[in-house]
């Protein structure tokens, strides 16, 4: 077994970093086993390093290796790239074409970005997984497959299994073990030394002197957060290394070629919604009918009291906040009392007293205003949610599917009605 000092050079690997120095001690341990690896770490951290060194001690080493980038095959082709195809099984296949699946049997498979798959997709490499077998696209014919999978993705996959994009026991079979990379702030020490090392490649390859960091550069250097990891890192020292006559970085150099450097503060980030926040156009909806319930309660007191008073202009006077809450303050449509027929009601006769049958024909409508309307969005939900756990028989995933809402929100309502 290789050390991991002579892995590191045999790879060009830089860094004395204990979380890099566990991942690599992993890998050498992992690789003359048939086990199925998954790598994980944010992008630019170096992923693509770990299959190779997995390959390269197993005794698969003399087998193929093949690197595939899922998340940049069509979703449309991607079968047909991993397991091949037979010939017209769709327009275009003019000839039966080998997978990769096929052509690397007996080596190892890289799946770079594993987590970008289709289902459809995940449900067959499932199978290679558990026994070795795959179909081309196109045929019926079950052929069978020795690789040994290697897996890496820079996706939060709990994450994703939570939102139904990946499966879960696919995961769980891609994990046998997994070998997380750090990314390039947590290894301070490291920073340096591999900017270092970029700056004298570049001038070999350019030809020209090397450049180095005066002390404040390296403090920034140090200090920044590396979003693009080792990748960012590789960038900056070759556009540095290009365009900087000066061989000798200060700190203002430094910092054009660093974007954002002043946003790295440490920042509250306020988790919790705010009342007017909505996760659902149902919410949006409820919003809306609780908004029109008000306004119809507004519209009945207001009503009533003309009906029981009769003065519209003192009626107008008393309520004028209700008035304006409910019409607003529109300058070209100023809505009053007045301009409303269905509130239009005459003054008092000298007796007091209206006829009985003109109130009859004309605000008929009274009782109906009177009797106070039942609008509970609550009860309308819960007999929604009561229908759809029967007509599923109680199976609360396909019931919130119906509802339109997940399946947690479901299981917390059912809990709330006591159902």
């Known amino acids: 077994m290789e050390s991991i000092q002579a892995i590191k050079q045999r790879f060009e690997i830089i860094g004395n970093d204990a979380k890099l120095n566990r991942a690599l001690e992993k890998a050498i341990q992992v690789a003359p086993t048939d086990i199925s690896v998954l790598v994980t770490g944010e992008s630019g951290v170096g992923k693509e390093s770990i299959p190779k060194i997995i390959h390269s001690l197993s005794h698969r080493k003399h087998g193929k290796y093949i690197a595939v980038n899922c998340g940049a095959i069509p979703e449309g082709t991607i079968d047909s790239e991993l397991f091949g195809h037979e010939k017209g099984a769709f327009t275009g296949a003019t000839q039966t074409r080998s997978g990769y699946f096929e052509v690397a049997d007996g080596g190892t498979i890289f799946l770079d970005e594993v987590g970008e798959l289709p289902l459809t997709t995940q449900v067959r490499l499932l199978r290679v997984l558990e026994n070795g077998e795959f179909i081309k696209v196109g045929s019926s014919k079950v052929q ?5 999978i290697v897996a ?3 996706v939060n996959m709990f994450e994703a299994i939570k939102k139904e994009k990946f499966r879960e026991d696919l995961y769980y079979r891609l994990s046998t073990v997994e070998i997380n990379i750090p990314p390039l702030r947590d290894r301070k020490e490291d920073i ?3 900017f270092r090392k970029f700056s004298s490649d570049f001038a070999l390859k350019y030809k020209m002197p090397t450049i180095k960091l005066a002390d404040d550069a390296v403090n920034l250097l140090l200090k920044y957060r590396w979003n693009g990891n080792i990748r960012q890192l590789r960038n900056v020292a070759e556009q540095i290394s290009v365009l900087e006559q000066n061989r000798t970085i200060t700190l203002e150099t430094l910092r054009q070629y660093l974007p954002d450097t002043g946003n790295n503060l440490p920042a509250i980030v306020n988790n919790t919604k705010s009342d007017s926040d909505f996760s659902s156009e149902r919410e949006i909806l409820y919003k809306v009918l609780f908004d029109m319930k008000s306004d119809l309660n507004d519209l009945k007191k207001l009503t009533m009291e003309l009906m029981k008073n ?11 906040s209700l008035i304006q809450k409910i019409y607003g303050n529109d300058d070209e449509e100023d809505a009053t ?5 269905v509130l239009s009601i005459p003054e008092k006769t000298s007796n007091d007293e209206l006829p009985i049958e003109n109130m009859q024909d004309k605000y008929h409508f009274a009782e109906e205003i009177e009797e106070e309307e039942t609008l509970s969005l609550q009860d309308k939900e819960l007999e929604l949610i009561k229908k759809s756990l029967e007509r599923h028989q109680g199976k609360r995933k396909l019931a919130a599917q119906e509802l339109g809402i997940s399946e947690r929100t479901l299981y917390r309502k059912i809990k709330q009605y006591d159902l």
């Open 144 to 148: 069978k497959t020795n690789v040994r």
């Open 152 to 154: 890496a993705t820079n």
């Open 192 to 194: 340096h030394l591999l």
């Open 310 to 320: 009769g003065n519209v202009s003192e009626v107008t006077k008393d309520n004028e």
């Open 337 to 341: 009392i007045e301009d409303l027929e």
